[in-house]
């Protein structure tokens, strides 16, 4: 979850993780194309496909920004997809650790950059299932082209017409779907922004609907997240988290099985410019006491604040506002960047969703525990200098 920032700034830090550009300028004053139903669109064939994250991408000759070697050969817009060839080790200079860049049939552009995405259309259903009132759906596509329904409500759509930014759900996404149609000539499904049906106290939810080519969306099933390694005491499952190398290991004992790259919060204040505690992850140990599939992250104000719907599989571990979840707006695991909580890509929030307690299914969604129950042990350390 991701703490106040103001909105522009928010969009400006962020990019299109949060709200994708437009190929071609939408004319939402009129607001035709926010109603108008969308096929998805022909995505390149690779078996990566990566996903430009921000405005302005460098694509260059060499993989390196060293301002010497004049390596810019070319700007990407948001959105833009690329044939992902392979990542190599390049000289980014400026600070950052990561020093990933992908090689595509153009040239190569700063990994950190470019959410590495598949394309995995599914054969959609006609009807909601017998007895059921919806489904937990993810996003197996580069993105979705989204067909808003209602009236506009949350500062996230509010800000797509403000800065021309068409609504889209990506990859690794998890919404829920409550109605389906066919009237436009191909299945859609209906995404309920409002998963849990309790307004804006579902965190930030705001009630919108939005239709998406059906074709775009998988449905989720109980085996699909089902516990990992349910039979193992849960009292041995242990995570530690290094926020100095951003790691994250799972442990089952002593035996680590399972291990990711992390981008954990950023001691530092993008208002003010200053170091500060208040965006940072805290150390020590904490505790999985709040599991929730997905989640409307909506706080603050129009000059302080921000709004993410749809963030997958987060497992909190500190309050109600610090979760390892699953992030799709960028891929510069890592390197500190978020406001508190630690980003992993949406697979891997999947799979430490699924394996760590209290065990969650579909049916249920969410689940909390209170002290002295608590779920797995998390502990998180980094140096003091």
């Not at 522009?8 to 962020?14: C, E, I, M, P, S």
């Not at 149609?181 to 299945?187: A, D, H, L, M, Y």
Request: aromatic share 14%.
């Amino acid at each position: 979850m991701q703490r106040p920032i103001s909105r522009r700034d928010f969009l400006k830090l962020a990019g299109v993780g949060f709200g994708a550009m437009a190929f071609k300028p939408y004319n939402f004053p009129e607001l035709e194309a926010l109603y108008t139903p969308k096929r998805l669109p022909q995505f390149p064939v690779s078996d990566i496909i990566g996903r430009v994250v921000e405005p302005d991408i460098d694509l260059r000759s060499r993989p390196t920004n060293d301002p010497g070697l004049n390596t810019s050969i070319g700007k990407l817009g948001a959105d833009t997809l690329v044939e992902w060839g392979r990542e190599v080790i390049g000289n980014v200079i400026g600070g950052l650790s990561n020093q990933r860049y992908v090689e595509t049939s153009q040239g190569y552009i700063y990994a950190s950059m470019l959410q590495p995405t598949k394309n995995f259309p599914n054969v959609p259903i006609a009807e909601l299932p017998a007895g059921q009132t919806g489904f937990w759906a993810e996003v197996t596509v580069p993105y979705i082209e989204l067909t808003h329904e209602g009236v506009v409500a949350s500062p996230w759509l509010q800000d797509h017409i403000t800065y021309n930014f068409p609504p889209r759900l990506y990859y690794g996404q998890v919404v829920w779907i409550d109605q389906i149609r066919q009237s436009n000539g191909f299945v859609e499904y209906r995404w309920n922004e409002d998963a849990y049906g309790k307004g804006y106290g579902y965190g930030g939810g705001y009630g919108e609907f939005f239709w998406g080519d059906g074709a775009g969306f998988k449905i989720l099933t109980e085996e699909e997240v089902a516990p990992i390694t349910p039979d193992f005491n849960p009292d041995e499952k242990t995570i530690s988290v290094d926020l100095d190398y951003q790691t994250l290991s799972c442990f089952e004992g002593s035996n680590e099985v399972f291990f990711c790259r992390i981008s954990s919060g950023k001691a530092y204040d993008p208002i003010t410019g200053q170091i500060s505690d208040q965006f940072a992850t805290p150390a020590g140990n904490l505790i999985t006491h709040w599991k929730i599939i997905s989640k409307n992250m909506t706080a603050g104000s129009a000059q302080a604040g921000y709004s993410t719907p749809a963030v997958p599989w987060n497992t909190f571990i500190s309050g109600e506002g610090i979760a390892i979840h699953g992030a799709f707006w960028h891929n510069a695991f890592g390197e500190k960047r978020s406001h508190g909580c630690i980003n992993v890509t949406p697979e891997n929030a999947k799979w430490i969703f699924r394996w760590t307690t209290p065990y969650v299914s579909l049916a249920q969604s969410e689940l909390r525990v209170s002290l002295p129950d608590h779920g797995t042990i998390v502990q998180s350390t980094e140096r003091k200098f």
